[in-house]
């Protein structure tokens, strides 16, 4: 039996309902006023009489609560992603969110139906990324009234691109919201990688000068200081850059090499063990290398194949990262850079991308639900998960051809 005889002819109406009312609104925002397309959703919300198309009014009364928060749902992503991209209005962004705050500010006696509705989907989780998009959203438009962040990690969001996915999409998204985020994602990126080369010309151009002992004559005061785009010390950033290149130079040797176990292991912690000149170090180490050969005899026998390679590679990043399968949940990752940088630690993590390409969007999870978990968190109380999103921030631009650390012939001292 065909699976729509299951579907109710209810069902089916009201979700063409609900798609009638979101194609009124991706109509009206082509051809109308921004100011009068919000006038028209705020009417929608409180169940205004005044409501331009009393059709659509009608359609509303077939609804459902879920079909009602779908449509706002896909309404405020179809308004968001038309006034950031084709009549870009940072104001007019604000002033949608402000009002769909207001619901979970005031609780009216006699509330009106949709009024009830919007209150309970601004209460909800699928309410939650769409607000969490309005900063980065304001910001890239050099928005004035982005709101004034907290102390918390939560407020470095837009800071990384590579975690919006996971913060900015619920389950049921627009294509024109998925486009948005993806151009969002890309411009947030770019920016990114264009003031990090220039950063790192400046350094090695200054560093060309102090080795040419030319800066008592002045030479280096016609260089125009460049700001450090990162959270890191400078040189925390000279160092992650000298590792990256190196490390994007020497691992396709590897790629076609058929690790054991061991091979695997020291290969990916081979600058960790040649750093670890504490005691304390090389015990973590040593504690580190049982308990992963442990979690590896299960996948290489006795060699790693690529299938193989991908299963004990993505082992290692579980249980470095965030063992989502463990109760609770456990990460070696804190202990990791109390022990070394975040250059040491973003090398092992870049390894083992380009090993096993498949695992970026696992690692970018992890980091996700990292940064959830941590997101209350005071920035100074966190500092080491900072560190390495800023680190990883930099890879991102790599594995996405932004930034070419190639042809800036880097130095350890830049």
Partial sequence: MPLLQFVSSEYLDTFSSGNEICD????????????????????LTQDKKDFPDQKILATLEKLTEDAFHRVLNHCCQILISHWYQQQPNPFIIAALFHHLDTFAQIAPRNASRPEKWTRNFVKSSTYLPLKRVMNPILGDLECPIVPIPQNTLENLLPRYPFLYKYSFLNLDAHPDYLKMLSLLRKKKRQHFSAELTKFAIYRIRLLQILKARQLTQGAGRLLRPVTNPTLLSDQQINDILYRLANTAQSTPSYQSQAFTAIELLNYLFRDLIEYSTQD???????SLFVHLQSILSEVSKPTFNKSSLLQGNRRILNFLILDTSSSPPSSSLPSLMTYFNSAEVIGLLMKLI??????????????????????FVPQEKITWLINLLEAYSIVYSLVHKDLDLSSLKLSHQI
């Fill in 24 to 43: 009124y609104f991706r109509d009206r925002v082509q051809c109308q006023s921004p100011e009068q397309v919000l006038q028209a959703f705020i009417a």
């Fill in 280 to 286: 304390r170090q090389r015990q973590f180490i040593q």
């Fill in 354 to 375: 380009l090993l096993s390409p498949q695992l970026k969007s696992t690692l970018e999870l992890k980091l996700f639900q990292l940064f959830d978990n941590y997101k």
